[in-house]
């Protein structure tokens, strides 16, 4: 993959400037400022970074490397950009889809991995179906991070398994009665009540920690 330095002496003669023309258009006295950026030898600042894209009639985008297909930042153009930082990343099993609203069958072969910020504290995860939880701001095709426990405080929000099919919803419970209720985040849904026996098909897979979703 090519560097920032390599993107800015492309674009340079693409345009057929000299270093001592593209110093002049940024304010430099001497080629050498450009010569040790295109070697990528200096760190650069998001205002230089548009100064230069400016100078060479392209954009920041271009100079980061940000138009290349599939590319992605490595820690040697983190470090000429002076706000970004590397982010330790781990990857999480993603299950079958979890159902937000009607129940759908849950298969724990898990289909991929999504990889996200390890500081994480999740077993695994799961893509949301439906719009149950809107009210929790979980909408179609979010993925869910799952931290595996048998139990969750009252009122938070869990992954239930009812019978094979899995569920996700706000947990509360009646000690007094005996009672379990799952709670959607949408009134068009009803609450899901579980007493006595029925009580033995239903098991909290884990508890809702985390979430990766579109801005909307």
Not at 174 to 182: A, G, K, M
Request: glycine fraction near 6%.
């Amino acid at each position: 993959m090519s560097t920032i330095g390599s993107r800015i002496r492309n674009r340079r003669e693409e345009l057929g400037l000299s270093q001592d023309e593209l110093g002049k258009r940024l304010g430099y006295k001497s080629r050498s400022s450009i010569n040790k950026i295109e070697l990528d030898q200096r760190s650069l600042t998001q205002s230089k970074i548009k100064a230069i894209a400016d100078a060479l009639e392209t954009t920041p985008s271009y100079i980061m490397g940000w138009n290349e297909p599939d590319v992605k930042l490595d820690e040697e153009d983190l470090k000429f950009f002076d706000n970004l930082f590397p982010i330790e990343t781990k990857k999480f099993p993603l299950l079958g889809n979890i159902a937000c609203g009607k129940p759908i069958f849950a298969d724990e072969q898990f289909e991929a991995y999504v990889e996200a910020g390890a500081n994480i504290k999740a077993d695994f995860c799961l893509r949301a179906k439906g719009d149950s939880m809107i009210g929790a701001r979980i909408y179609d095709g979010d993925i869910v991070f799952i931290h595996k426990q048998e139990m969750v405080d009252d009122g938070e929000i869990a992954a239930v398994l009812i019978d094979d099919e899995a569920t996700l919803k706000r947990v509360y419970y009646d000690q007094e009665n005996n009672v379990i209720q799952l709670f959607a985040e949408n009134p068009q849904y009803k609450t899901m009540r579980f007493v006595g026996e029925e009580l033995n098909h239903i098991r909290i897979l884990g508890k809702a920690v985390a979430l990766q979703t579109d801005i909307k």
